[in-house]
């Protein structure tokens, strides 16, 4: 018999029928829906809190609590000067990072690097340099000029 598209077929057992319940002893789920006797999860309207262990201690609240996140955190997108040093560019301006792929946001706060070395001078607007990235630059001839950074938060 030749295989075609009008007599495929599932493999056997590929496809299960949906459960249904509250249909009578027939069903094979009869009496109690597959509820069984008594007990919580037996009564309408009952759902399990996420993560309930049958009132043993859950997981999450058995594990001991570590570390400290700072919510005044300031994150910035690092970029080294090979990635810059590939691109063959003379100026780099905060608009530029998005357009060259070098940031995934044109809000994000940008942070240059000093790994990797620069041939060819480049002017570079940034928002923090390391020190070795400044030196780099210069020495390769450009310019890294500081953009005004986040506010820092008010402390009485």
Request: glycine share 14%; proline share 3%; charged share 25%.
């Amino acid at each position: 018999m030749v295989k075609n598209l009008s007599n495929l077929r599932a493999p056997k057992n590929a496809n299960t029928g949906r459960k249904r319940v509250g249909r009578g002893m027939g069903s094979g789920m009869g009496k109690t829906s597959t509820r069984g006797h008594k007990g919580q999860g037996s009564r309408s309207g009952f759902s399990l809190m996420r993560g309930f262990e049958g009132g043993q201690m859950p997981l999450h609240r058995r594990l001991p609590k570590r570390g400290f996140t700072n919510i005044f955190r300031t994150e910035y997108a690092v970029i080294n000067l090979d990635r810059i040093a590939e691109l063959k560019v003379t100026e780099i301006a905060l608009e530029d990072y998005k357009k060259l792929g070098l940031s995934s946001s044109k809000k994000a706060l940008i942070k240059i690097l000093g790994s990797g070395e620069l041939k060819s001078a480049i002017t570079i607007h940034a928002h923090k340099f390391s020190k070795s990235a400044v030196e780099k630059i210069e020495k390769a001839g450009g310019k890294a000029v500081v953009l005004g950074g986040p506010v820092a938060p008010a402390t009485a």
